[in-house]
């Protein structure tokens, strides 16, 4: 019970597959109580039986894009709660145009609301936060390889995550002093809601699953679990990391398909 008596904020589940979702069970499971954001109500009408399927009676409208939404969700949080310990941002999103074709495409507005959403709205987060976040508190982000290298087709969701890593590092340093740390999660591939309409998403996981130390994809429950440790006292000395969940992938280079029994390359 890593969590007991801990009570976590958690942003960004659209559906059961959502990897906030996994993340929201882990933290379920070790005993923390828990509280969620929806959007928009098409969401909420997801969200509500799963936060009642988990025992939580708080789920708070909030589109990470106002920052009036921003400020109402702690207004009403604190109804609930005088305080709490863990901040979950899994919030990304970029206009479906901007996620094919060539990067040179992307267009000043999908520039901003990628950039927006994805990045700025954990700044924005955080900063309405703080006052009611407990010394001892750990917020957490997901993001992803494309940050760091081109992926095709991510685009503008490389920018936005590159700056949410970057963010990452200036929050921890802003936060370090009240006892509260900044970290990211690094995911490989999963299929959830953001990556279904992914043109190509379906042999992105095929190659990792390929070209992974581990030789296969990684779950969102896998993700949830390491989770825990960021969100716990496990990670006490931690912050401004963007730790990997990938099997691997991210460490690899160049990989060889295996050599024939007979090749001459055996002897
Ligand atoms: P998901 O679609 O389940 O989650 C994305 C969430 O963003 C949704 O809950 C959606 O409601 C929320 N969101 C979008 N616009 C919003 C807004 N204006 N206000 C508030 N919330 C908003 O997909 P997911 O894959 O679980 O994504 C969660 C996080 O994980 C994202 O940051 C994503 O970039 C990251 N990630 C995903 C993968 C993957 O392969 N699925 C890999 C690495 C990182
Ligand atoms: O961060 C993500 C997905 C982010 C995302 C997805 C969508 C799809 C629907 C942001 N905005 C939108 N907007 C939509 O309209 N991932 C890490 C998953 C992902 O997305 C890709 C990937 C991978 C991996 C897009 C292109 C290439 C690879």
């Known amino acids: 019970m890593i969590l007991k008596g801990k009570k976590a904020l958690i942003v960004g589940i659209a559906n059961e597959r959502s990897i906030a979702w996994a993340i929201a069970k882990q933290f379920k499971a070790h005993g923390a109580e828990l509280a969620f954001t929806y959007p928009n109500d098409a969401i909420k009408k997801r969200l509500d039986p799963l936060a009642q399927e988990i025992g939580s009676q708080i789920v708070l409208p909030c589109d990470v894009a106002s920052d009036e939404e921003i400020k109402k969700l702690f207004a009403d949080l604190k109804k609930h709660w005088t305080n709490f310990d863990i901040l979950i941002h899994g919030a990304a999103f970029a206009q479906k145009d901007e996620l094919s074709g060539g990067f040179l495409n992307t267009t000043r507005e999908g520039f901003r609301v990628a950039l927006d959403i994805s990045a700025y709205s954990l700044i924005g987060l955080v900063k309405e936060a703080l006052p009611m976040l407990n010394q001892g ?36 340093w802003d936060l370090g002093s009240k006892g509260i740390r900044v970290n990211a999660i690094s995911a490989g591939p999963i299929k959830t809601l953001a990556a ?31 989770a825990l440790y960021f969100a716990s006292d496990l990670s006490s000395g931690v912050t401004g990391e963007v730790h990997f969940v990938d099997g691997g992938f991210n460490t690899g280079a160049l990989q ?8 001459p390359i055996n002897s």
């Open 196 to 226: 279904s309409g992914i043109r190509g998403f379906r042999s992105i996981l095929e190659s990792v699953g390929q070209l992974s130390a581990l030789k296969r994809n990684i779950s969102a429950e896998e993700v949830g679990k390491s």
């Open 256 to 263: 060889m398909p295996p050599a024939a029994p007979n090749s």
């Open 137 to 172: 508190g750990s917020v957490l982000t997901l993001s992803y390889y494309g940050s760091s290298k081109v992926v095709q087709n991510y685009n503008i969701m490389g920018v936005a995550k590159a700056a949410l890593e970057a963010s990452v590092r200036y929050l921890a």
